[in-house]
């Protein structure tokens, strides 16, 4: 029986010492995939203001890097901003956290600046085709969180290093109040 008591201790203080490795912060229902955090923001705003929050989350607009992922961002929502731009340089469109383009997913005729207007924000349809927009319509968007396993993540490396000396030290309790016992 005592046995059985230590090891379910051992179990539930090792899940309690699991940490996010994720430095921000999903304030609602997120998804892990392919070792990114997702989370769908409901909120009706336009293509900057969605930039800004995801980045006062600690995330950015997510970027999508292939189809897999593209198919799965698709799921969130019938009409949402991406991290897809060309607002520093017209018809260069570039992801907002500088990484390079390996996939795109244009609609038929996009990007088109339609009716000559600067269209400089991608937002992504229900199917998963990408359509340039101008900055003044509102769409819900997705917010996407890079893992960051670094020591200088206190998101990860302090709250791991607190965890496993909390783990320790219940270890080393339990340890000897089951030795006090077993001497009685």
Same mark, same amino acid.
């Given at each position: 029986?005592?046995?059985? !008591? !230590?090891?379910?201790?051992?179990i539930i203080s090792f899940l309690l010492? !699991?940490?996010?490795? #994720?430095?921000?912060? $999903?304030?609602n229902e997120s998804t892990i995939f392919?070792?990114?955090?997702?989370?769908?923001?409901?909120?009706?705003i336009t293509w900057a203001? $969605?930039?800004?929050?995801?980045?006062?989350?600690?995330g950015?607009? +997510?970027?999508i890097s292939n189809f897999e992922e593209n198919e799965f961002v698709s799921s969130f929502a019938a009409v949402i901003w991406i991290g897809f731009t060309e607002e520093v340089n017209e018809g260069s469109w570039q992801w907002i956290t500088g990484e390079t383009i390996t996939y795109t997913n244009w609609a038929p005729g996009?990007?088109?600046n339609y009716g000559?207007?600067?269209?400089?924000?991608a937002e992504m349809g229900g199917d998963g085709r990408w359509f340039d927009n101008i900055n003044r319509d509102s769409n819900p968007y997705v917010c996407e969180w890079e893992p960051d396993y670094s020591e200088d993540n206190e998101? *990860?490396?302090?709250?791991?290093?607190? *965890?496993?000396? +909390? #783990?320790? *030290? #219940?270890?080393?309790?339990?340890?000897l109040i089951i030795i006090r016992r077993r001497t009685r």
């Open positions: 029986m005592d046995n059985r !008591i !230590i090891i379910s201790f051992l010492g !699991i940490t996010s490795p #994720f430095r921000g912060t $999903a304030q392919n070792g990114h955090e997702y989370e769908l923001i409901t909120h009706y203001e $969605a930039k800004e929050d995801c980045e006062d989350r600690g950015h607009l +997510v970027t996009e990007p088109n000559g207007i600067d269209e400089d924000y998101n *990860f490396s302090s709250l791991a290093f607190l *965890f496993s000396r +909390v #783990f320790f *030290f #219940f270890i080393i309790i339990i340890l």
